[in-house]
Structure formats: structure tokens, C-alpha cells
């Protein structure tokens, strides 16, 4: 059995970096990676069109400025395949391989109150010790597939966007569905639509969808970024994105100036579009002005009428979901191949062997891209059996959601750390950013607890009471809790309706870890079992 003094479960963009920052301060850490590989997300979602949002210069590390002043990013958007090589660089270069059991899965995680240590045993009969444990299991890494009636019985063949074949799927001759129009479709569709011979899109709830303009990235553009790379990073961590982040009202222009503006940014693209005013995302009026500017864009790119309107998101605020970041998306829906089946109006009804079956229509099909997404923030954790010091299980402890403090820790689970999960401003910020701050937090505390001889650390109930509480009452301030999101584990039949990250910003939020550690970790109960 291995004795370590950290467990770390992934190797994605957190566990590779919790592995070089706590071996970097003395201690024997080792992880277990699911995969063959390192790079998580990147690993798994080898789908065609798959890269990421934030922008390359920004979606990496800030750790080590040879790496950030070497690595050359190729696109404005980097495709997956370059985000993992840039991974599997990152394990290489800092010789990260050897601390890490690929093809090993975490099936339980115990804690032993007697000796204040982590128990974890793997798929493969494996068994580890620890006094910490931390958790970068990911909060997008457990895929989820439809509950659509008929769908086991389906003769062809079912993939998901997050687990998709290492060799690739040759789409060409073949009749192809794709489910869902969340991020993952809205990439996918354009380049499945390129090559298969017909397309059928099965959408459930339209996205809002703003184009990314990804263009090669010119050497100009990156010497200059990489020379003021201190000033760039040390901004990121206090919003997340740089972002042209307005701080106007969008009732405080006159609509041709609040319709030049939108356009501006159209035009430029990305992301950067939901921060043309200060208040889109807290009100309703606001929003409504950028959704109607997008619903103007489909109507303009998408000849036939009645596919540009059952491509118009209706019913939610733009950005409750998350904004989708396309290439050619509206566009496909002009071939000849594509169709677009709109599920609210004319639902599946069967799936039977090749053929998919709505109350309207019957469409042949040799394979079905699942884009489907995940059982988000809480699921990678749920997977595992994760036991405290009374015994309770984790997923008991959260059947009515997640509960911790900082959401870093949570009360009955002494020193295991979560990484980016619910209670932090996880998925809201460029995610990078906020896997950095984590890390380097949990390494200081654990560091923190050595100097001061403590073996046990744990949230006090009433701090992780008053966290919950923070947490609920900024995301109620937003329109954030107006859209059936998986945000709010609304995508999960039976999932309790939670608003899970923590809404106030990623300034904010490292302000408030700061404070706490620089308060000798109030909140936190620290013990000495020894
Ligand atoms: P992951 O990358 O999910 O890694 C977790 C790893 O843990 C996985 O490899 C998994 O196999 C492993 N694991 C889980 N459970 C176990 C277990 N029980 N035992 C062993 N191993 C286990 N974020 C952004 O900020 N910007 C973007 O542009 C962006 N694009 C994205 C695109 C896609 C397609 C997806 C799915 C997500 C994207 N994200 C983006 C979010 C992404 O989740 C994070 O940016 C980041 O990659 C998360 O890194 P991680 O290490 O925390 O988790
Ligand atoms: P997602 O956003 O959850 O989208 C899933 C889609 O599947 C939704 O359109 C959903 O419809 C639909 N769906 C689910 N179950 C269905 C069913 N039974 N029948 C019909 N439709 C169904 O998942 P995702 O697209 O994989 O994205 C997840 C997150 O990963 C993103 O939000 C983002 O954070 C990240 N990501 C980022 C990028 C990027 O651009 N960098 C790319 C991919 C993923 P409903 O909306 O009606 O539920």
C-alpha cells in the first residue's frame, strides 16, 4: 500500500498542477488519472471542432513564466489536440508522469478519524493512504447520455462529445443525429455537417450562440502578450478573463449606440459580447436588448424563416445558460444536408434500430453524437464513495445539494480538498485561473498546518452555513437562476436545484480565501490527533 501525504484524484489541468506545486514543497503526492493519459477534459473531448473559449494566451498556466514565455499557441482558440500536447508538455517538462497511475479509477475515499488519514482504493484493486486528499476530479468530467425512450435499442453506433474515440469517427456517407445544442454541439455541428451525408440536429432548447472569429494567432500579437504577460496574468486573477468589461448600463445609451456597440463586438467575437453593459446579467431589460440583437443575427445568417425562428433562444436570459462560442454554427443550417428538428414542437417518440421516430417525421441514421454534457460540478465526486469522519457518505451528506465552505472544504471531511467545485467560482471564470488559486491555497494551508503541528483540518458547521448562504444570495442578485441550466443541476432528473458556483467573481472570492488563511484559517476547526 502506498503511504503518501497527498492523494490527488485527476490529472487534468488541476491534478498536474497540484502534483508539481506540493511535490515542489517537500511532500509525497501521488494521483490516480482515469485515463491512459494526462490532460482531462482535453483528453476526453476529442469531438471535431472542439477547443476552448477563452482565448489560448489566457486559457494556461500562470505558474511558471518559461513555460508561459516558450509555449506557442498556434490559433486565438486552440484546438483540443493542442491543448493536450501543451498537457502532455506541462507532465514532461516537469516530470510529472512517474507521480501518476494512469487507467486507475478512485472507487472509494475513506477517512480514518483514528489516525487522520485518507483511505482510497481504485478499480484495480490498488490502495493508498494519505493524510490529504485533493479532489480534481473535474466539474464537467462525468458525461452524462439521453434519457430518450427507445435509445438502448438503437442498432447503430452512440457517442458522447466527453468520450469520444481516440482514432477519430469517419462521418463520411453516413446519416448522422446529433442531440443537444450546448457548447459541445455547437461546435460539433458545423464540422459533422461538413462531412456526413445528412445531419440531423435534434435540438431540445436553443443556445445563445456568438461567433468566435478564431483566427490564427500572428507572432506580433503573441510577443507583445507574452512581454506584458506579469501585468496580463496579474489582472486575470482578479476578474478571471480580460475582457473589454463595460461598466455602462444598457439603459444609459440611446439604442443606435447600445446596437453599435453589440455590432462591435459581434464583430470581434468571443465571449467579450455579454460584457457590452454592466448590467446584462442582473437585468432583465439589458438582457433583453443583447438577446434581441442575436435573435436580429440568426434571422439575418439562416434563410428559411421557420429554422431562423426555431433557432431563436426564448424564455431565459442570454447567459443564464452558458453562452455558446461558434464557428459557422447559424451558417450550417443552410446546407442542404442539415435539418434542424426542433424536440419542445415535435418530439422523439421512438428510436428503433436505424431510425429515429418524432411526432412529425422519421429519419434514418447510422449514428448518434450525444452532445449531452454532464452531470456537472457534483458528479466526478458522486462517482466515488466518499466517507467522512462519522462514516456519512459525501452524496448523503449533499442529496439536497452541496454544501461547504469556500468550496473548498466541507464540515465531517477533514482534509480533503475539492478543486474548482460548487461553492467556488468554478465554472464561471476562466477556469485556469481559478484551478491556480485553489492550488496554491490548499498547498499554504497544508503548509500552514505542518508549522502549526495540526494533523486534522475541517470547516466549522456555522462558517459552512454562512458560505451556503453567501453563495445562494449572490446568485440570486443575477439572472443566473432564471434559466434551467446545469448550473443549477437542472440537466440531472432527480438533482436538487441549487445554484452551485459562487457568482461574485473570482477577485472577490480570492480576497475572501486570502483573508481567512491570513486569519489563521477562521472558520476552520484545526486538530491535533497525534
Ligand atoms: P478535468 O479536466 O475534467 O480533469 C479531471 C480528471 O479527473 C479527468 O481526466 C478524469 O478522468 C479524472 N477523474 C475523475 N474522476 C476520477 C476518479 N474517480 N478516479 C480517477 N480519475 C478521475 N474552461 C475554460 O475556462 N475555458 C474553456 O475554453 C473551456 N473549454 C472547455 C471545453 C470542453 C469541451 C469542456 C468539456 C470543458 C471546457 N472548460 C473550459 C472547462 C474545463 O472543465 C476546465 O477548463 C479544465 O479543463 C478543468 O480541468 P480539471 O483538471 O479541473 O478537470
Ligand atoms: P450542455 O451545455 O449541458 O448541453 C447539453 C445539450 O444537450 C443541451 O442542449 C441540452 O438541452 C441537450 N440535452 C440533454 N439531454 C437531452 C435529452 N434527453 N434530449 C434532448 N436534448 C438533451 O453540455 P455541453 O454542450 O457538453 O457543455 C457543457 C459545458 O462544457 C459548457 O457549458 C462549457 O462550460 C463546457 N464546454 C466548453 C466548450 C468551449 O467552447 N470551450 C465546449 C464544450 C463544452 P437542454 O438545454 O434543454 O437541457
Redesign the pocket.
Known amino acids: 500500500m502506498r503511504e503518501l501525504d497527498v492523494i490527488v484524484v485527476g490529472a487534468g489541468f488541476a491534478g498536474l498542477y497540484a502534483l508539481h506545486k506540493l511535490r515542489g514543497n517537500g511532500l509525497a503526492v501521488h494521483a490516480f488519472e482515469a485515463a491512459d493519459d494526462v490532460g482531462g ?1 482535453w483528453h476526453w ?1 476529442r469531438y471535431p471542432g ?5 482565448e489560448s494566451l489566457q ?1 494556461s498556466y500562470s505558474f511558471d513564466d518559461a513555460l508561459q514565455q516558450e509555449w506557442v499557441w498556434s490559433e486565438r ?1 486552440a484546438q483540443q489536440g493542442e491543448i493536450l500536447a501543451y498537457l502532455q508538455h506541462v507532465a514532461d517538462r516537469f516530470s510529472l508522469r512517474p507521480l501518476i497511475s494512469f487507467g486507475t479509477r478512485v472507487t472509494s475515499a475513506h477517512f480514518d478519524a483514528a489516525v487522520d488519514r485518507w483511505h482510497v482504493t481504485t478499480d484495480l484493486g490498488e490502495e493508498a493512504t494519505a493524510r490529504f486528499c485533493v479532489m480534481a476530479s473535474g ?2 468530467s462525468a ?2 447520455l ?3 425512450p427507445g435509445i438502448e435499442t438503437f442498432a447503430g453506433q452512440i457517442l458522447h ?2 468520450t469520444w474515440p481516440p482514432g477519430g469517427v469517419d462521418f463520411a456517407g453516413k446519416s448522422v443525429a446529433v ?9 460539433a455541428i458545423p464540422q459533422i455537417a461538413r462531412s456526413a451525408e445528412q445531419l440531423v440536429v ?6 445563445f450562440v456568438v461567433p ?1 472569429r478564431n483566427q490564427p494567432l500572428s507572432e506580433e500579437k503573441q510577443s507583445a502578450w507574452k512581454a506584458a504577460y506579469a501585468e496580463y496574468r496579474a489582472q486575470a486573477r482578479q476578474v478571471g478573463t480580460l475582457y473589454d468589461f463595460n461598466q455602462t448600463s444598457a439603459h444609459a445609451v440611446s439604442a443606435q449606440a447600445r446596437e453599435a456597440e453589440y455590432r462591435r463586438r459581434w464583430k470581434l467575437g468571443g465571449v467579450n459580447f455579454v460584457h457590452a453593459f454592466n448590467d446584462i446579467m442582473t437585468d432583465p431589460v439589458a438582457n433583453q436588448t443583447a438577446a434581441d440583437f442575436v435573435h436580429a443575427r440568426i434571422r439575418e445568417v439562416v434563410n428559411d424563416p421557420v429554422t431562423a425562428e426555431k433557432l431563436c433562444p426564448r424564455g431565459y436570459p442570454l447567459g443564464a ?2 453562452i ?3 464557428s459557422d454554427y447559424y451558417e450550417t443550417f443552410n446546407r442542404i444536408n442539415v435539418a434542424l428538428i426542433d ?2 414542437a415535435t418530439p ?1 417518440t421512438a428510436i428503433e434500430a436505424k431510425t429515429i421516430r418524432t411526432t412529425e417525421a422519421v429519419f434514418a441514421v447510422d449514428l448518434i453524437v ?5 452531470d ?1 460540478l457534483t458528479g466526478a465526486l458522486a462517482q466515488i464513495d466518499i466517507r467522512g469522519r462519522s462514516g456519512t457518505a459525501l452524496s448523503a451528506k449533499w442529496a439536497d445539494g452541496p454544501r461547504n465552505y469556500l468550496g473548498l472544504m466541507t464540515a465531517d471531511f477533514p482534509n480533503m480538498f475539492i478543486v474548482t467545485g460548487p461553492g467556488s467560482p468554478s ?1 464561471l471564470v476562466n477556469m485556469v485561473v481559478g484551478i491556480e488559486q485553489h492550488i496554491d491555497w490548499i498547498a499554504a494551508c497544508i503548509q500552514h498546518l505542518g508549522e502549526a503541528g495540526a494533523t486534522r483540518i475541517e470547516p466549522e458547521p456555522e462558517a459552512e452555513q454562512a458560505w451556503v448562504q453567501q453563495v445562494n444570495d449572490a446568485a440570486a442578485e443575477t439572472l443566473f437562476v432564471q ?4 448550473y443549477l443541476g ?2 440531472i432528473r432527480g438533482k436538487p436545484r441549487v445554484f452551485m458556483p459562487f457568482v461574485g467573481g473570482i477577485g472577490r472570492y480570492r480576497a475572501i480565501c486570502d483573508e481567512v488563511a491570513a486569519s489563521g484559517y477562521a472558520g476552520f476547526q484545526l486538530a491535533n490527533g497525534d
Do not use: M
Open positions: 477534459v473531448n472542439a477547443r476552448c473559449d477563452v486559457y482558440y466539474s464537467l458525461s452524462r439521453p434519457e430518450i462529445t466527453g442531440i443537444g445544442t450546448g457548447s459541445s454541439g455547437v461546435q435534434l435540438q431540445r432548447t436553443p443556445n468566435a445558460k452558458r455558446c462560442v461558434g424536440l419542445q422523439v450525444c452532445a449531452t454534457g454532464y456537472a465554472v434559466a434551467n441550466s446545469w437542472a440537466n
